[in-house]
């Protein structure tokens, strides 16, 4: 049995759960997306065809909740999550600060997408939505993801004989 | 290897284009077609997560919700607060309106700023009226309860007082009945009570007239600052000291400094006057009719036990037939006895005999037992017969309307 496949996907099972919990409690106006953590952290240690799989069915998961822009969030977490996999190479690098920037650039494409391919805003609100709004909620979901990493690094961590 | 690598590539690329097309195929769906798929995976994918979403919007909520419950009950206490600070307030300067309108004249309504410097003893108040509206420098400052203090510095536009709990304070002072003077001091000993109220002591009282706990102690007049007929407090008990030929008294002040926000500054037009009408001096009046009442039953004691003797003297001499007409009024030959001769004439109607046989002094017509509803107009006469006629008919008028209405 692969144990790290399993860790994996109960560490994705926990920030998605998260997601679904966290969130709702703080309510911030700029909200922290556990789903893009956990694609991220999912997207990395697997190849990237089944990433864009991952970001795939997370992306349905969430849109089935907004079915106003339906296929939006798919398409983007498909994007970020073979972008991520892709990455890989950099996602492994020990470095916090590197991993809390792609994060934060996985986070803000899809919010770019996500808003583009949903024709929900236009002019000034659609700019304001990508440069502030989908920044700071990319920071927030960065610095997230880096306490998210930095505990769970341990569990990650490949033992050798 | 290579081969395996690049097929693996194109799988994973092909995986990616055909999650990308589906998405967009998703999006460009008509909403009556999007809407099924999404209500599909609601129901059964996403029904977990639904769950565990709408479960956290509701403790949100609830917290939300116990959060603005919280802050209303904050702002109901406080509200509360500040009603009864406003209903405190409100009294304060109802009970001022009253004072204002039995006086009438000549005084100003001034607020009382405590100062910034925190006390334990308040000795100092800050008015916020002076020169410019009438008020000098040792002007009487009152309050509907009582004697507040008198004002020490003048300005234009605010005073300062000192308050009877300053070491500088005196003020001349007499018990209700008039009976007994003496000096108002405060009580510096201890400088608060037991119970933390301001004290005063009532000084150089004459030996011979013993105040009872209770009485109330009024202004005398006699200082020449504050007008006579102010209350200023009631006597709780009389202090031991060195000096063997006068009493000296513990007060209880009527006002209680630290809670003076509001006061009235006699003037100078207005000082001379008396006050015996505003503050309504109920204890003088009823200390006096207590007089009177036991000069009215010693009285009648004496002239019970004279028409006693009397019938007892003219039963013996009717037994030893020597019975003389005037002898009774040299059995009773005291001066003070005066209504008994009269009794001793009829012993069956000694009271009214007594009545009058004594001059046309209330006091006398008094000692009719039955008709204590005349006995107690005829006290209140006897005390305005021992004082100043002004005052008695202050003491006697009926309480005004509107002086009702503020008690």
Redesign the interface.
């Known amino acids: 049995m692969n144990w790290n496949a399993v860790r994996t996907a109960v560490i994705c099972a926990i920030l998605i759960v998260l997601h679904y919990t966290v969130r709702p409690l703080l309510a911030w106006n700029v909200s922290i997306d556990f789903l893009i953590i956990a694609l991220m952290f999912g997207a990395v240690r697997m190849r990237p065809g089944l990433a864009a799989l991952f970001g795939f069915a997370l992306g349905l998961v969430s849109d089935s909740l907004s079915p106003g822009a339906f296929g939006a969030a798919a398409l983007g977490m498909s994007v970020v999550g073979f972008g991520a996999s892709w990455l890989k190479a950099v996602f492994f690098a020990d470095n916090l600060a590197l991993n809390g920037f792609f994060i934060f650039l996985g986070k803000w494409i899809f919010d770019l997408i996500f808003v583009l391919v949903g024709h929900r805003m236009h002019g000034a609100e659609l700019f304001m939505q990508i440069v502030v709004w989908s920044s700071l909620s990319a920071a927030m979901t960065a610095v997230a993801g880096i306490l998210a990493v930095a505990l769970l690094r341990p569990l990650m961590e490949v033992r050798t004989a | 290897m290579a081969r395996a690598t690049r097929l693996?590539?194109r799988?994973?690329?092909?995986?990616?284009i055909g999650?990308?097309i589906?998405?967009?195929?998703?999006?460009v769906?008509p909403?009556q077609m999007?809407?099924p798929?999404?209500e599909v995976?609601?129901r059964s994918?996403?029904a977990p997560?639904?769950n565990?979403?709408s479960?956290?919007?509701r403790?949100?909520t609830a917290?939300q919700l116990s959060e603005e419950r919280t802050a209303r009950l904050d702002s109901a206490v406080m509200r509360g607060f500040n009603a009864t600070a406003l209903q405190t307030e409100n009294d304060q300067l109802r009970k001022l309106l009253g004072l204002g309108a039995r006086l009438h004249m000549g005084f100003v309504p001034a607020e009382a700023v405590h100062n910034a410097v925190r006390e334990d003893v308040v000795t100092t108040l800050t008015l916020t009226a002076g020169t410019r509206a009438g008020i000098k420098v040792y002007s009487p400052v009152v309050s509907p309860e009582g004697v507040v203090g008198m004002v020490q510095t003048a300005d234009p536009s605010i005073s300062i007082a000192i308050l009877f709990s300053h070491p500088d304070f005196r003020a001349s002072a007499m018990s209700g009945d008039g009976s007994s003077f003496g000096i108002v001091y405060p009580h510096l000993r201890q400088g608060l009570g037991s119970s933390g109220e301001y004290l005063l002591e009532l000084r150089n009282v004459p030996f011979r007239t013993a105040l009872a706990p209770g009485t109330m102690i009024y202004t005398s007049g006699l200082g020449g600052t504050f007008p006579r007929g102010i209350p200023i407090g009631v006597v709780l008990r009389e202090l031991k000291t060195a000096e063997g030929w006068t009493r000296t008294y513990l007060l209880q002040p009527s006002v209680n400094p630290a809670k003076v926000n509001a006061v009235m500054v006699l003037t100078p037009q207005r000082s001379p006057q008396r006050m015996d009408n505003v503050w309504q001096m109920v204890a003088r009046v009823d200390s006096a009719a207590h007089g009177v009442v036991s000069a009215g039953d010693s009285i009648q004691r004496h002239a019970t036990a004279d028409s006693v003797r009397r019938v007892v003297g003219d039963s013996v001499r009717r037994a030893a037939g020597t019975a003389r007409p005037d002898s009774a009024a040299r059995t009773d030959s005291t001066p003070r006895h005066r209504a008994a001769p009269a009794a001793v004439a009829d012993s069956t109607r000694p009271r009214r005999q007594t009545t009058d046989s004594s001059r046309p002094r209330p006091v006398r017509r008094d000692t009719v037992r039955r008709d204590s509803a005349r006995r107690d107009s005829a006290a209140r006469r006897d005390t305005n017969a021992r004082r100043d006629t002004s005052a008695r008919r202050d003491s006697v008028r009926p309480v005004r309307p509107d002086t009702m209405m503020h008690r």
């Open positions: 693996s590539s799988i994973d690329f092909l995986l990616f999650c990308v589906i998405a967009l195929v998703t999006l769906l909403l999007r809407e798929l999404a995976l609601r994918v996403v997560l639904v565990l979403q479960n956290a919007e403790w949100h917290w």
